[in-house]
């Protein structure tokens, strides 16, 4: 089946700095990719929809500056925490769309000092 | 917007046991997923239900959709410890991989020995 890889699968970062996280369909070709955040015991929640050349998508609330997204081709889209918070540690999980279905990362769990 | 509520929060079974969990949203479904997640892990998909009326099972697991496609359930019959973690749905608004799912807020599932 369709296989949508995230790396890393854990990060630890210092206050301040920036982290990149990657979201890739290894099988097919995603023109859009989603990038969902998840705080403890919470749903996930929608942040961003990353579209292949163009622009990112952002969810209310969620600021473009901080989150910055890189869809720059058909099977890869980053998304790079920028000036990062303690109150930024969360776990980030990305999905990708094959026909009907919708396919999810392993998830990147950050946690900053 | 699209809103799904969960029922219940968390619920707590001895092995062995059967229970359900509930999804209800206040729109028509066009799409309704059902996942598995580990705190801190990928969501494990389950199944999808796109049918009014329509029932999946897999192993020990069934899901069904009402007529309405408003409502689903998902069944575990003798469950076992390996059924333990949080249980979520998630619907799709244009049944459509290119569209961001809303998810419920999880049920978290306990199973005792």
């Known amino acids: 089946g369709a296989v949508v890889s995230q790396h890393p699968s854990w990060v630890i970062c210092k206050s301040g700095t920036s982290v990149k996280i990657e979201c890739r369909s290894l099988?097919?070709?995603?023109?859009?990719m989603f990038w969902y955040r998840q705080f403890p015991k919470q749903s996930l929640m929608l942040m961003a929809t990353?579209?292949?050349?163009?622009?990112?998508?952002?969810e209310q609330g969620v600021e473009k500056d901080k989150f910055l997204i890189n869809h720059a081709s058909l099977t890869l889209s980053t998304l790079t925490v920028t000036s990062a918070h303690p109150e930024d540690s969360s776990f980030y999980i990305c999905?990708?769309?094959?026909?009907?279905?919708?396919?999810f990362g392993s998830g990147t769990q950050l946690s900053v000092l | 917007s699209q809103e799904l509520e969960q029922s219940p929060q968390s619920l707590i079974v001895q092995e062995g046991k059967n229970l359900t969990i509930n999804c209800t949203s206040s729109k028509t479904l066009y799409g309704l997923y059902w996942y598995k997640q580990k705190y801190g892990e990928g969501l494990i998909f389950l199944m999808m239900?796109?049918?009014?009326?329509e029932e999946k099972s897999h192993e020990k697991i069934t899901a069904k959709l009402d007529e309405k496609k408003q409502q689903s359930s998902l069944h575990i019959t003798a469950s076992q410890p390996s059924h333990a973690g949080i249980y979520l749905c998630g619907a799709d608004t244009w049944n459509s991989g290119n569209t961001p799912l809303v998810f419920g807020k999880g049920t978290r599932l306990s199973v005792i020995a």
């Open positions: 990353s579209n292949e050349g163009s622009k990112a998508t952002y």
């Open positions: 999905s990708a769309g094959l026909g009907e279905k919708l396919f």
């Open positions: 099988d097919f070709q995603a023109t859009t």
């Open positions: 239900l796109q049918k009014g009326g």
